[in-house]
């Protein structure tokens, strides 16, 4: 008849177990899921910055003679483009020219996009295969290189709303009159917006070249987690003030953010304190048992006492 008391308190007990393990699993994969988004993204800045400061040591090592002739190159290039016939799509013949032009590092990073209003820091490589845009802005192949001049339209495509990186997820904020600068080699080319457009993947108009003058288009697809149009924000060349063209490393993305931080420190705690009370929520069960048993026992003893008197 006791034996079965013994059963059925170890199978609570088991039961119990498997219960705090699942509470423990749940809260596990809770966290990963609300920390994976902060995470990913801060992981891509960081990613984003070392690139952006791997691309700046290696342009410093580069005397102003070389840094001259690439640039020269580039402008012939996009001559060239405009002078053949300026189509958005580029020739297979040309397109290994194409890669070699402004590749300093030789990882086809050629220059990097600052939107200050943003907080946008990112690194521009040539092309837009799905390795570039997961992780920064891409340069259309078929448009001009980013190096300025009358006669050009550079075109600069960014992915929006992926779950592991920013990007351009913000450039619907953008405004008319709002500016943002492509950093290229030892030079900082400026562009002041001047229309936003909403339209279809195939509407390319937009995106021609207008004559005289220098611009620089940035696309990223909308509406939001739809992506049904294309967003396009187009800026005019202008003058880079005096306090910008210091060429600088931003360190925006070295810095940790604070919330994943509180929530790293946070979880373990939590999670310490939470096994805790599982752990010891049956030991307190099986000591009150033990200590009526003790009480009992004293009762007992006192009763006998009292009836020897």
């Not at 096994?275 to 010891?280: K, Y």
Request: hydrophobic share 40%; charged share 25%; proline share 5%.
């Amino acid at each position: 008849m006791k034996s079965k008391p013994k059963k059925s308190k170890s199978k609570s007990k088991s039961s119990s177990l498997k219960t705090s393990i699942l509470f423990i699993l749940i809260l596990l994969v809770g966290l990963s899921l609300l920390l994976y988004p902060s995470v990913s993204n801060y992981w891509n800045s960081l990613h984003s910055s070392r690139a952006i400061s791997s691309y700046q040591e290696a342009v410093s090592k580069i005397d102003q003679e070389k840094i001259d002739a690439m640039l020269a190159e580039a402008k012939a290039y996009n001559k060239k483009l405009f002078d053949e016939g300026y189509t958005l799509i580029l020739p297979e013949p040309r397109k290994e020219s194409y890669f070699k032009l402004l590749d300093v590092t030789g990882t086809g990073i050629m220059g990097y996009i600052e939107i200050k209003k943003l907080g946008v820091y990112l690194p521009i490589y040539h092309g837009t295969s799905d390795s570039v845009l997961q992780n920064a802005v891409g340069h259309i192949e078929g448009s001009f290189l980013p190096v300025g001049g009358v006669n050009t339209h550079t075109v600069l495509s960014g992915h929006r709303g992926l779950p592991s990186a920013k990007l351009f997820t913000d450039l619907d904020k953008m405004l008319v009159g709002d500016t943002f600068s492509l950093r290229i080699l030892n030079d900082v080319l400026t562009y002041e917006v001047d229309q936003i457009l909403t339209v279809l993947p195939q509407e390319l108009d937009a995106l021609d070249v207008v004559p005289g003058e220098d611009l620089c288009t940035l696309i990223t697809c909308t509406p939001y987690g739809i992506n049904t149009h294309r967003l396009l924000v187009r800026g005019h060349r202008i003058e880079t003030p005096e306090d910008a063209r210091t060429i600088r490393v931003p360190g925006d993305a070295l810095r940790v953010n604070t919330a994943v931080v509180s929530v790293f420190l946070a979880a373990p705690v939590l999670l310490a304190l939470f096994v805790l009370v599982l752990l010891r929520t049956p030991g307190n069960k099986k000591k009150k048992p033990k200590q009526k048993k003790e009480n009992t026992k004293i009762q007992e003893d006192k009763k006998e006492t009292e009836g020897k008197e």
